[in-house]
T-cell receptor, first 112, second 112 residues
Framework: GENVEQHPSTLSVQEGDSAVIKCTYS??????FPWYKQELGKRPQLIIDIRSNVGEKKDQRIAVTLNKTAKHFSLHITETQPEDSAVYFC???????????FGRGTSLIVHP | EPEVTQTPSHQVTQMGQEVILRCVPI?????FYWYRQILGQKVEFLVS????????KSEIFDDQFSVERPDGSNFTLKIRSTKLEDSAMYFC??????????FGPGTRLTVL
């Protein structure tokens, strides 16, 4: 099965700084790469996703970059705000299945 | 905007008891999922359901678990004889076509 690693496990930044979280995966057949944000006690919510035919996607302060050769993709948050504080999960999905494999999560703390 | 709903939000039960967790997926969605998340850990896939039958299941989804779509709106997860280690947050998710899954708010199951 897919082996997914996320780094770092915890990330602490000052408001206004940028944050980058990296996700590596093992299955070269993976073709869908989403990032979820989960606030404490809440549901995971999709914040951005990318498919294997695209290298980068941006949505306001959030971007995702994909390197299929190296089998990793990263979440970039610019101009961080305290409300960005949450746990972020990557969940790549292999082709032929609709079952994502979640990473262990990265706890992002944005200090005001 | 339509959302996945789940009831109850919190269920407390004694070890060995049966529990049924309920979900109402988004009305025009066709694929349904159950996940669990042990406190502080990653989200783990349990089972997927399409066209009134299980399409995929994980090793966690053993004979103690079952799913059902008893009518046109509800999707249930039954645990026949709960164990302490079943204590977790259980998320239902649904999708129509494509990759994006929409998660419910979760049911926190506590087994005493």
């Amino acid at each position: 099965g897919e082996n997914v690693e996320q780094h770092p496990s915890t990330l602490s930044v000052q408001e206004g700084d940028s944050a980058v979280i990296k996700c590596t995966y093992s299955d070269s057949a993976s073709n869908y790469f989403p990032w979820y944000k989960q606030e404490l006690g809440k549901r995971p919510q999709l914040i951005i996703d990318i498919r294997s035919n695209v290298g980068e996607k941006k949505d306001q302060r959030i971007a995702v970059t994909l390197n299929k050769t190296a089998k990793h993709f990263s979440l970039h948050i610019t101009e961080t705000q305290p409300e960005d504080s949450a746990v972020y999960f990557c969940a790549p999905k292999t082709g032929g299945s609709y079952i994502p494999t979640f990473g262990r999560g990265t706890s992002l703390i944005v200090h005001p | 905007e339509p959302e996945v709903t789940q009831t109850p939000s919190h269920q407390v039960t004694q070890m060995g008891q049966e529990v049924i967790l309920r979900c109402v997926p988004i009305s025009n969605h066709l694929y349904f999922y159950w996940y669990r998340q042990i406190l502080g850990q990653k989200v783990e896939f349990l089972v997927s359901f399409y066209n009134n039958e299980i399409s995929e299941k994980s090793e966690i989804f053993d004979d103690q678990f079952s799913v059902e779509r008893p009518d046109g709106s509800n999707f249930t997860l039954k645990i026949r004889s709960t164990k302490l280690e079943d204590s977790a947050m259980y998320f239902c998710a649904s999708r129509r076509e494509g990759d994006e899954q929409f998660f419910g708010p979760g049911t926190r199951l506590t087994v005493l």
